[in-house]
């Protein structure tokens, strides 16, 4: 058992949970000559022993004991100013055969049924402390050292909360956006939803033709690939149209030799070729596609 765990336990046995605190609860305090401290000072403040000072020394193996009791002034630098001092070891057994002195008590961790309560092996007389004048000072100060850590505590929590409530309000906004992403209601995605439900709702309607049969069994992304070569194929073939009729149109306007017309009906028919073949080549529901 450590010094922490008796400590803890000090705290359970002064302190209800869930209720108010009926004192100040001082570990490691100076003393007023700021030469040695205590373990713990308690400074009740419930009205039957409002104004006392209850100190406590901490030790948790015999070697410590043997070490505190070989020179009890030690103890006084507090113990004067206490109206009780108190001996807290884990176990009765560290003072077996030794002399503790007549104004220390000595309590124990909580035993048996026991939960809250320290053990008391050896009753804390009340003693007649010095003037506390000096001692409430330092109680006082590490009160208000402690308020002001617990407004710097605070504060700092204050801006940790505000950081976390700003990423939360970040995550919330990403999460709407892959949602609506998800789902199609941001205008580009609804433009691309709409436009790939034309196609594949296109499709159906042509594999459904009597003429068209044969497309059924083929993959999704067959006929999706074979539809995206027809509008590539039938775009250039556009441009080539338009190509052959501006060079007809050129040929027209020129001065040229007498067998240019040969030429020209050529062109003339070269172009009706690819218009023919281009009219031909699908299905005509489908030369809307640009």
Not at 51 to 59: A, N, P, R, T, V
Not at 186 to 210: H, T
Not at 242 to 258: G, K, N, S, Y
Request: glycine share 4%; with cysteine.
């Amino acid at each position: 058992m450590t010094a922490k765990d008796l400590l803890e336990f000090l705290r359970n046995f002064y302190i209800a949970p869930a209720r108010p605190e009926p004192g100040y609860f001082c570990p490691e305090l100076p003393d007023p000559t700021d030469k040695r401290r205590a373990d713990l000072i308690w400074v009740p403040t419930t009205w039957q022993e409002r104004g006392q000072l209850i100190g406590h020394e901490i030790k948790v193996s015999r070697a410590d004991v043997v070490a505190e009791l070989a020179d009890p002034t030690k103890a006084d630098a507090w113990a004067r100013y206490c109206d009780r001092w108190w001996l807290v070891i884990p176990d009765a057994a560290l003072i077996d055969g030794l002399n503790i002195p007549d104004h220390w008590g000595v309590m124990t961790p909580p035993s048996g049924r026991k939960r809250r309560a320290m053990t008391v092996v050896k009753d804390a007389p009340l003693l007649s402390p010095a003037d506390k004048s000096l001692a409430l000072a330092n109680v006082i100060n590490r009160l208000h050292n402690a308020g002001d850590d617990v407004h710097a505590r605070m504060r700092q929590l204050e801006e940790q909360a505000a950081v976390a409530s700003r990423r939360a309000e970040v995550a919330d906004a990403e999460l709407t956006r892959v949602n609506d992403l998800l789902r199609g209601t941001e205008a580009g995605n609804r433009w691309e939803l709409e436009r790939v439900n034309a196609i594949l709702d296109a499709i159906k309607e042509v594999a459904r033709s009597r003429d068209r049969q044969q497309w059924s069994p083929h993959e999704p992304l067959v006929i999706a690939a074979a539809a995206l070569d027809y509008s590539m194929i039938r775009q250039r073939t556009q441009a080539l149209l338009r190509q052959v009729e501006d060079r007809i149109r050129t040929f027209d306007r020129a001065l040229a030799p007498p067998n240019v017309d040969d030429i020209t009906k050529g062109l003339t028919g070269l172009a009706r070729r690819l218009t023919k073949d281009l009219e031909e080549s699908a299905d005509p529901r489908l030369h809307n596609i640009e």
